[in-house]
RNA sequence: GGCCCCUUCGACUAGCGGUUAGGUCACUACCCUUUCAAGGUAGCGGCACGAGUUCGAAUCUCGUAGGGGUCACCA
């Protein structure tokens, strides 16, 4: 028998990482297997639903490779794979269900019901549907419900005994049938509840593996009934940890908490291999232990029984850290290269130097941990004019006359190599009789116009003789204008502006740009 | 609170009766060095606790504690 697995995506929000944690774990087991991934929009919430965000989810799974083999736009023999288009199956097992007296119409309003819980909570009674619908007989409840009232279907469970089911990682887990409340399968609107679409669907797309997040635990013998109800075969569960937010508790992931956005990452330079990786290090460890691994080489390894349970706190330093350990070692320069040009596309840049493109990159991947900061620093590389730091102008201030001197050194250099700049260089510090940062400060922040960037020698070998004397040039004109060393309030407002900038760049927020997209 | 699940360094994890409890991130120190990184070397740091089972427990059992989840006409 096939593995079939499927990922059911709530379209409700912004794409969320766990939706993409999920996913990323039953398109493992489907593709380890030969078997198929179904992606099923889950949306029979009509309050929640926001029609834009069933797109996003889609361009979520496309941008980080995860091919659902059926579902909405794809296609499928078993669609459609939206919920608010199978109506007609739940309603048809709902009806079975009443049929066969598994299930019953209820009529209590919302009204009604929030009375009897504040009526149980009064008497000290834990609340919850205390199963008074079934005491209507099942001709008045066609009765009424021929009559138009509204109503819903309900599930008649056990009142005594327990129900259980087998995870595949935590044994049997059984559940007193008097935890488990006669649960509303049909709302009024006609439109089904999680557990009954979850077992109709599952079973009509042959889904052999149900692997959910964990918080799914304690409603399973709920449709364990269900299948037993409506005669149908079991699937093996898989309840994956919860996904953690940093706190001391290490409560479930809420955007709340925490960026669970996966949208946000993206806009963040966080590469989509580089967020599958950390997700696949979530509760999963490589049986040889590599920590760095392609979706292929993950997909090839994956044994559901490897993941372990305890909840993993979403780390966004080791995020990061992964991320750059892409930047830097995983992808080749040209790949990079071409990860980072619509990025540079987006402040206006259009690369027509290729080599000069992936020598900068070169010298900057090691220090940038996402595309942004890359981009960042990538800037002043093809920027015919550089802004300075507020730092960057005391550097600069103190370093005119080296920058007089070194402009008409190499005015007379011929030969931009590496071995000429730097004998340029260190001749000059060496007869300057100065540490060597005293000159190359500021010929770094003319060149750059920041303080933190590769080293001067490097810079100006890769940017060669035009760049460089342009930008000591540059240099040397915005210190006789006057470099706002001596006007402290425009130092002051631009600190101020810094930190801002810093503290929205934090909070990453802003639509998907244009070239982000592409 | 009832029920269910979970528990190895700060974080992610390896371990599946016998290991000096290993790795990665973070952190610290040193090296390299023209800044910032990267890189190299070293270090800090953990089996929640208590009983049992066993010649021997991180590994098995039970209890305790702690944490999480769930108790909707949301998923």
Known sequence: MPVVTRIAPSPTGDPHVGTAYVGLFNYALARRHGGRFVLRLEDTDRQRYQAEAEERILAMFDWLGLRPDEGPGIG????????SERLAHYQAAAQRLIDDGHAYRAFETPEELEAMRLEQRRLGHDPGYDGRGRLVAPEEQARRAADGEPHVVRLRTPDAGDTGFTDLLRGEVRIPNAEIRDTVLLKSDGFPTYHLAVVVDDHSMGVTHVMRAEEWVTSTP?????????????????????????????????KRKMDTSVESYRQQGILPEALLNFLGTMGWSMPDGREVFSLDELVAAFDPARISLGGPVFDLKRLRSLNARYLRDVLSIEALGERVRPWLLERGITVDDEDYLL???DVLRPRAETLLELTDQLVPFFESRLRYDVDARRRLAAGQSYLEDLERAFAALEWFDDDDVDELLRGYVQRQAVPMGKVMMPLRVALTGTTQAPGVVDLVVIMGKERTMERIGQALQAISEGLPDDDPERLKAEAEAAAKEAERAKRGRRPLTAAERG
Do not use: C, M
């Not at 709920?222 to 940093?246: D, E, K, M, Q, S």
């Open 76 to 83: 499928g023999e078993h669609g459609p794979y939206r919920q």
């Open 359 to 361: 020598d900068a990159l």
């Open 222 to 254: 709920i449709h364990v009934l269900l299948y037993r109800a409506l005669g149908w075969a079991l699937p093996t569960f898989v309840h994956l940890p919860l996904l953690r937010n940093p706190d001391a508790n290490k409560t479930k992931i809420s």
